[in-house]
């Protein structure tokens, strides 16, 4: 089988389970380091043609990554593609095994075992704390009603602010996020690259956690990591005055 992923988190899982199966990926897709495959332009705006010369049986694709109108043209053309969606850590688990075992693995790779396991671990939380996870700014934009992200963090005792909004992704002001009065902001590195000195002094006086964004939004080999490294980094506040 030749597959095509536009999803960098299932290029990850895909190279590391079943290597030799892709044959070509976005410019994201950044795990495993050493992928070589050809690629085929970003996640929003991948070049279709260049899809189409590697001659994939499948593409893989996701809800939020990746455009509706990119996914009907691939269907257009012929090619079958399969489309993720996870909105909890268990969804994503799911649906991590169903795709990897309908392409061809056999049982279920250690890292997914280790992700069930580290996971299912968790102790149970102690009061939540109330934050607002900007995924963006200028504008700002912060994690909403379900969301895979929203579902990790709560497993780890964080209560997003916005989770009963009607929106998954909103796009609050910058006075409207301060009025929520959070106990807590997460701050993650990607898609915006949040740092100590760019996220922190919008909210000053209030503790911020600085967290790899891979581990809180991708689905795959990661997600083995995630328990132990996202709370250690949600434990390491940064105040700024």
Known sequence: MRVVSLVPSLTEAVATTLPGLLVGATDWCT?????????????????????RSLRPDLVLLNVEENRRADADALAAAGIPTRVTYPRTVDGALTELADLLHALGCAGQPRWLTRARAEW???????????AVVPVWRRPWVVLGADTFAGDLLRRLGVANAYAEQPQRYQRPSLPQLRDQA????????????????????????????????????????SLAEAPALLAAQLADLYVAH
């Open 31 to 51: 795990h495993p380091a050493d992928l070589d495959v050809p690629r085929v332009g970003g996640t929003k705006y991948p070049d279709l043609d260049r899809v």
């Open 120 to 130: 299912a671990a968790l102790p149970a939380t102690p009061v939540p704390r109330r």
């Open 182 to 221: 959070p106990e807590l902001v997460v701050l993650p590195d990607e898609p915006y690259r949040f740092t100590r000195d760019d996220g922190p002094e919008a909210f000053p006086g209030v503790p911020c956690a600085l967290v790899s964004g891979r581990h809180l939004t991708w689905y795959g080999p």
